[in-house]
T-cell receptor
């Protein structure tokens, strides 16, 4: 079974631009979560989507948004980019059944975003 | 809110040495516990996980971890490390509550194994 895939793998943008990152979950997984990884802040949760609805959100400004499609693929958008948004953005998927409190998140390779 | 502490930020060991990485968490309810590993240039991979039952869990590549509820700890161990274990190790928890599956990660421990 193919793992979580993320595109693009690398991205360079300038301040003020906006960017869209894409994530395809493992087949059969309906939940997709996004995390930001930086040397200073470590791994931080951005948001989670399930059945095209945002189910959980971390402490990030409204410039960070996302969506999920009917095939469970997800996109994350960052508007008005700032230098501090430079990070590795990780997508993770899990089966997502509400009754299963023990399902595990599997991570993709990430998108390395550099903001100049 | 949950929090996770990994007190060892950088560990340097020689091959065949034993490893123990500390992880303590703070949360008032029942949690699931995980260790993830990130090899250089690779993505986060699940090393092992604890949900319930035997507090000593075994993972891939000879790693194991012990959940000690009274100490809110989930330390990672390996009896004999190899050069290929050089990586960054992250402890993570999530609440076993419907709708709160976001992982809270520790700051990570960079392990360097010298041949």
């Amino acid at each position: 079974k193919a793992g979580v895939t993320q595109t693009p793998r690398y991205l360079i943008k300038t301040r003020g631009q906006q960017v869209t990152l894409s994530c395809s979950p493992i087949s059969g997984h309906r939940s997709v979560s996004w995390y930001q990884q930086t040397p200073g802040q470590g791994l931080q949760f951005l948001f989670e989507y399930f059945s095209e609805t945002q189910r959980n959100k971390g402490n990030f400004p409204g410039r960070f948004s996302g969506r999920q499609f009917s095939n469970s693929r997800s996109e994350m958008n960052v508007s008005t980019l700032e230098l501090g948004d430079s990070a590795l953005y990780l997508c993770a998927s899990r089966v997502g059944l509400a009754t299963d409190r023990t399902d595990t998140q599997y991570f993709g390779p990430g998108t390395r975003l550099t903001v100049l | 809110a949950q929090s996770v502490s990994q007190h060892n930020h950088h560990v340097i060991l020689s091959e065949a040495a034993s490893l123990e990485l500390g992880c303590n968490y703070s949360y008032g309810g029942t949690v699931n516990l995980f260790w993830y590993v990130q090899y250089p240039g690779q993505h986060l991979q699940l090393l092992l996980k604890y949900f319930s039952g035997d507090p000593l869990v075994k993972g891939i590549k000879g790693f194991e971890a012990e959940f000690i509820k009274s100490k809110f700890s989930f330390n990672l161990r390996k009896p004999s490390v190899q050069w290929s274990d050089t990586a960054e190790y992250f402890c993570a928890v999530n609440a076993r509550t419907t709708g709160r599956r976001a992982l809270t990660f520790g700051s990570g421990t960079r392990l360097q194994v010298q041949p």
